[in-house]
């Protein structure tokens, strides 16, 4: 229940304003940290930046390219701690670059670059890199494209197949850890004094039934995570009878990254490939992700809508052909295209700069000389490096408020998921709830939840329905669907097709599941034939605007004028 009284008669150290995984992260060390904190957000947990990310954990190996080794080194280091306190969601992932005789970056260069990887991970606990022959790599990746190859490097990074659950598992331990964690809660307007230029409270709207209330921010500190809105947030910082927001400066600049995901095709390689594009040197990736292809990203400028972005037709088939020339049995096209998403990475504003060449490194800003001394705003900021942001900012917060810093628990402690793959739990689940439950789906429910997975299994003891599959071809089964409701503060088939589970992305679209999802939600969340039509509705939007190529919206438009006319 959301009790917006009790928020409101609350006075809290640190209020944030933002629910991506930077602010997931904030949240978590600072209530763990002792600081009375909140956490807003508009949409849902993870539904910007998070959840449209090529899902690695990694050092950033192209930011050699740009000196910016502070930035590899934490990056790094954070991958690191990661493997250690999420095992369960965060993967080695091995990777292969191959080079060709006239790239961009060549056979030295590159074998520079891998050298400087390993000085700075020192510390790592995956293989160092190894260079290829042209013969070795040929013998190893047989349908890669060999005219012109010179070799390989070969390395490892991270996965983290499910982004969205590490930021839901840090949503949570926030929550466990005493914070109040609000999704769907705009924020309308940042209640400015003037005289002390501070902000004095904080003017919020539920998105689920329209209710407004006000945070007091009077002595607290306030922190803007809302990644490519920061400057949006920044306008809704007028003093009173004043036009003019915080600050007058455009402080983000984001590019668009797109990816689209395939089935396995001819000549798919087995592991992850790193490639730079013929077209335009870009580096992009070709990933074994869930059974399928994950390939991306692209990197533009955008200037458009924040809340809505699509990879657009061009991107697409920009993907397609540098696939194609890199792996020449693929002959991939358009109808081979299963899921395609795109999101904007919230860089600084640096104008005219070439979108590769931003810096991808953070910087927390203070608004002190804009009117806003308990102000903070977050720029930039990766997924691999989340926990690091929020050991930084919470430390700044501790100076803002004048008191001394505890120490910071999160290097060490694991998130509510972390499990061994081979803890002796899953052999006692799979014992308990087979034949109940699909094997397979044991192990996909510990590979998704982790150590939580018991607790969506122990919905089958009640409910033996719930131990069915949504679909018949995937191991997703209805009590998770259940459980994101009742235990993951899902209130959607947005929120549980997009990111609580990956069936938006393996389910035709999530089209497949939602007969079935909607059929247990009413039977066991309370749903109506009215809630059930809206949400199926809502989520079709949802997808057209945000997931499905235009090309393909635009044939089922053809398709309906010629049924009409015909």
Request: glycine content about 8%; hydrophobic content about 35%.
């Amino acid at each position: 229940m959301r009790d917006f009284q009790t928020i409101q008669n609350t006075t809290y150290d640190l209020i944030i304003i933002g629910g991506g995984i930077n602010g997931a992260g904030i949240a978590r060390d600072g209530a763990l940290r002792g600081l009375k904190t909140l956490l807003i957000e508009k949409e849902d947990f993870a539904s910007g930046t998070t959840s449209w990310s090529t899902r690695l954990i990694h050092g950033g190996l192209r930011y050699l390219e740009y000196l910016e080794f502070h930035l590899v080194r934490e990056s790094l280091h954070e991958r690191e701690v990661l493997l250690r306190t999420a095992p369960h969601l965060v993967q080695p992932l091995q990777m292969t670059i191959p080079l060709y005789k006239g790239a961009a970056r060549g056979y030295w260069l590159i074998q520079a670059g891998m050298l400087l990887y390993d000085i700075l991970s020192f510390d790592k606990t995956v293989p160092s890199h190894r260079m290829l022959s042209a013969r070795k790599f040929q013998n190893l990746f047989r349908t890669v494209r060999s005219q012109d190859v010179v070799g390989a490097a070969q390395y490892y990074d991270g996965q983290v197949e499910y982004a969205e659950r590490l930021c839901l598992e840090n949503i949570l331990d926030a929550q466990a850890a005493g914070a109040t964690v609000l999704n769907y809660t705009a924020v309308t307007a940042l209640q400015r004094d003037e005289n002390t230029a501070t902000i004095q409270a904080i003017a919020c709207e539920d998105q689920l039934t329209g209710q407004t209330f006000t945070v007091q921010a009077k002595g607290s500190m306030v922190v803007n995570t809302s990644g490519p809105w920061v400057d949006e947030v920044c306008q809704l910082g007028r003093a009173a009878g004043e036009a003019k927001p915080i600050g007058t400066e455009q402080k983000m600049g984001g590019t668009k990254g797109s990816h689209i995901v395939v089935d396995p095709f001819p000549g798919a390689p087995q592991a992850a490939l790193y490639v730079e594009a013929a077209s335009d040197n870009r580096p992009y990736f070709i990933i074994p992700w869930l059974g399928k292809y994950l390939i991306g990203t692209t990197d533009l400028k955008y200037t458009g809508s924040l809340d809505h972005v699509k990879a657009d037709n061009d991107e697409i088939d920009y993907l397609l052909a540098e696939t194609n020339r890199v792996l020449p049995s693929a002959q991939l096209s358009r109808a081979d295209i299963r899921f395609t998403y795109s999101g904007v990475r919230p860089l600084p504003y640096v104008g005219d700069k070439k979108p590769g060449s931003i810096t991808r490194s953070h910087i927390l800003f203070d608004h002190s000389p804009e009117g806003a001394r308990n102000l903070i705003s977050l720029i930039g900021g990766k997924l691999t490096t989340y926990r690091q942001v929020g050991e930084e900012m919470v430390d700044l917060v501790y100076r803002k408020l004048n008191r001394p810093a505890p120490p910071c628990p999160t290097r060490k402690r694991t998130l509510p998921g972390a499990i061994a793959a081979d803890s002796h739990t899953i052999e006692t689940m799979i014992r308990r709830y087979t034949p109940t439950v699909d094997r397979t789906t044991i192990q996909h429910l510990f590979r998704m939840y982790g150590a939580k997975a018991p607790e969506v299994l122990a919905l089958v003891d009640d409910a033996p329905d719930l131990g069915d599959r949504l679909v018949p071809y995937l191991p997703d089964i209805k009590a998770q669907a259940v459980y994101a409701v009742r235990s993951e503060l899902a209130h959607n088939l947005k929120d549980i097709c997009r990111r609580r589970t990956t069936l938006a992305m393996l389910a035709n679209y999530g089209y497949d599941a939602l007969p079935t999802l909607v059929a247990t939600l009413k039977t066991h969340c309370g749903w109506d034939d009215a809630e059930g039509d809206r949400q199926v509705a809502d989520y079709k939007t949802f997808i057209e605007q945000n997931c499905l190529p235009d090309y393909r919206i635009e044939a089922q438009a053809q398709a309906s004028k010629t049924e009409v006319y015909s």
